[in-house]
């Protein structure tokens, strides 16, 4: 196990792709995990070559440090649940107070996945985007899930994984903050142009914080989040 090494959950999102940055900040050994459940929102995987791509090309002191990119299929998510971020379905809220676009499971098959290819790879730092903090209210983002399952892929695989989350106690525009102080402006410009967080996966609408439909629960946080984080510093 390399101590110095890390597996990224890199969706293509803002929040994974901050979380990329801050990883190849802090270890010497990078490489990138994306899941093709059959999400909507497909783009979000086309975006992650090219941050990737962008990031060797303007960020020489980090390109040396990134490693491999892997990509998994989970069909089966897909198969056995019926959200809104799977089917051609409304976003809606339900009974029970979560959004339609709860994916049950995801993050907990997603964090094992993970483990399972760093144990194979080596790598004993896992990095994901999880937030309790301005999120949608899934419960598979919560502090306690993931240290949980930090816990459990440990006992299951006789290993000494750490889970890292550090944007679990940043609201969005904080997010922007830590990008900022990352990478500074081109960091910024990069996870603008060339993440993707609308679960619809509308890629034909610019606006001010980047690509979307401007009116899914996603691109709410996201303009949320940038709105918040430019007035502060207007
Ligand atoms: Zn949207």
């Not at 899930?145 to 940043?170: D, I």
Request: proline fraction near 3%; glycine fraction near 8%; include cysteine.
């Amino acid at each position: 196990m390399r101590d110095d090494a890390a597996l990224v959950l890199f969706s293509g999102g803002q929040d994974s792709a901050t979380c990329l940055a801050w990883a190849l900040d802090r270890f010497a050994h990078v490489e990138t995990l994306g899941f093709d459940y059959g999400q909507r929102h497909r783009v979000e995987l086309e975006v992650r070559a090219t941050f990737r791509a962008r990031l060797l090309r303007e960020f020489p002191h980090w390109a040396a440090r990134l490693g491999e990119d892997h990509v998994l299929a989970l069909d089966a998510l897909r198969a056995v649940s019926d959200t809104a971020l799977t089917r051609d379905t409304e976003i809606a809220m339900q009974a029970d107070g979560l959004p339609n676009t709860f994916v049950p499971g995801r993050n907990l098959i997603f964090v094992t996945f993970a483990a399972a290819l760093a144990y194979r790879r080596g790598l004993r730092h896992l990095v994901a985007g999880m937030c309790e903090t301005d999120y949608s209210g899934y419960p598979d983002c919560r502090d306690d899930t993931l240290k949980a399952l930090q816990v459990a892929v440990n006992l299951g695989m006789e290993r000494r994984f750490v889970l890292h989350t550090p944007l679990m106690r940043r609201d969005k525009a904080a997010t922007w903050v830590l990008a900022d102080r990352l990478g500074g402006a081109p960091l910024v410009e990069a996870v603008r142009e060339d993440t993707h967080s609308c679960y619809l996966g509308d890629r034909a609408q610019r606006h001010d914080w980047g690509y979307g439909c401007g009116a899914c629960p996603a691109c709410d946080l996201r303009r949320r989040g940038w709105d918040a984080w430019r007035g502060a510093h207007a």
